[in-house]
Nanobody
Framework: QVQLVESGGGSVQAGGSLRLSCAASGRTFSSSAMGWFRRAPGKERDFVATISWGGGSTYYADSVKGRFTISRDNAKNTVYLQMNSLKPEDTAVYYC?????????????????WGQGTQVTVSS
């Protein structure tokens, strides 16, 4: 079983930056694609970004492309989400997820382990 713990959320003003971290334990981290999703109040959970097992491939939702960067450090069993130029519409609970597949995945069903979430609030 995989355990995921997110950190780094908080409150920032529009235009600011935050970096989320997700520490993994359990299953071999380096063989799993990882992803970030978010759920805004009253909305469905949305895909944000994903990274392949070795970090060589990434994919982003159109809404965050050019502003967010996903990366991973397999030596530290950690995946990151650098969020720049934050907008109020980025306000959500952000979830880290681990996939049973090694390649990038955009659908929640391809992930079998989830963190508890970390709140990101962006004020205008």
């Amino acid at each position: 079983q995989v355990q995921l713990v997110e950190s780094g959320g908080g409150s920032v003003q529009a235009g600011g930056s935050l970096r989320l971290s997700c520490a993994a334990s359990g299953r071999t981290f380096s063989s799993s694609a990882m992803g970030w999703f978010r759920r805004a109040p009253g909305k469905e959970r949305d895909f944000v970004a994903t990274i392949s097992w070795g970090g060589g491939s990434t994919y982003y939702a159109d809404s965050v492309k050019g502003r967010f960067t996903i990366s991973r450090d397999n030596a530290k069993n950690t995946v990151y989400l650098q969020m720049n130029s934050l907008k109020p519409e980025d306000t959500a609970v952000y979830y880290c997820a681990s996939s049973r597949y090694p390649t990038t995945q955009t659908t929640p069903g391809k992930y079998d382990a989830w963190g508890q979430g970390t709140q990101v609030t962006v004020s205008s």
